[in-house]
């Protein structure tokens, strides 16, 4: 790997040991083996780097919730396929805790950052094709309208129950309570009585 590589693997590593905030570019440094010029060269700054790093941290995690490649082709019934990613999401809570808690950060710094508001718009923006795709069944390419709108429904649940688990694991929703409350959604109420 070169610095570029190096800046980039040491400012994600940063990132998930001490957070956006306290991360400094000398600990992106030390923990690439590079020098301060190297940011600068490389990404311009420091606040760029982090950007990108934090991007690429939550390309790496959503990543872990497609499909699993040895699953076979035939696809779910779309309660099952929702069910079966969310096992997967909450199934890597323990593991992937560190993205979890910097994702809620990152979020508190958009007001104050225009920068990393700028530089988020596009990769949220397919993370919701993403999260369309992969729990529900909906296709960006074929419907891209109907993919937008499963996706802007997936983004607000998963940050919801991201604050659950972050706040209390123990009373935090199962994949089975949400695929439960997806299913009592769609069923309605029946009329008053």
């Not at 094709?129 to 499963?150: F, H, Q």
């Not at 929703?173 to 009592?184: N, V």
Request: with cysteine; proline share 6%.
């Amino acid at each position: 790997m070169g610095h570029r590589e190096d800046l980039l693997e040491g400012a994600k590593r940063c990132l998930l040991e001490k957070g956006y905030a306290r991360t400094t570019a000398r600990d992106i440094v030390a923990a690439s083996g590079t020098n301060l010029a190297s940011i600068g060269y490389h990404y311009g700054s420091k606040d760029a780097l982090l950007n990108l790093a934090f991007i690429k941290l939550t390309e790496e995690w959503g990543e872990r919730f497609e499909s699993p490649a040895d699953e076979p082709e035939v696809p779910a019934a779309p309660l099952d396929q929702f069910r079966e990613t969310w096992e997967r999401v909450i199934g890597s809570y323990e593991h992937t805790r560190a993205v979890w808690q910097l994702q809620m950060e990152v979020i508190s710094r958009i007001d104050s950052d225009p920068e990393l508001r700028k530089a988020l718009i596009g990769p949220q923006r397919a993370g919701r094709d993403g999260l369309a795709e992969s729990m529900m069944g909906v296709d960006p390419e074929t419907d891209p309208e109907r993919a937008r709108v499963a996706g802007l429904f997936c983004q607000a649940l998963l940050a919801g129950v991201m604050v659950q688990w972050l706040m209390d694991p123990e009373s935090a929703p199962s994949a089975q309570d949400l695929t439960e409350g997806l299913k009592l959604v769609l069923e309605g109420r029946g009329p008053a009585s």
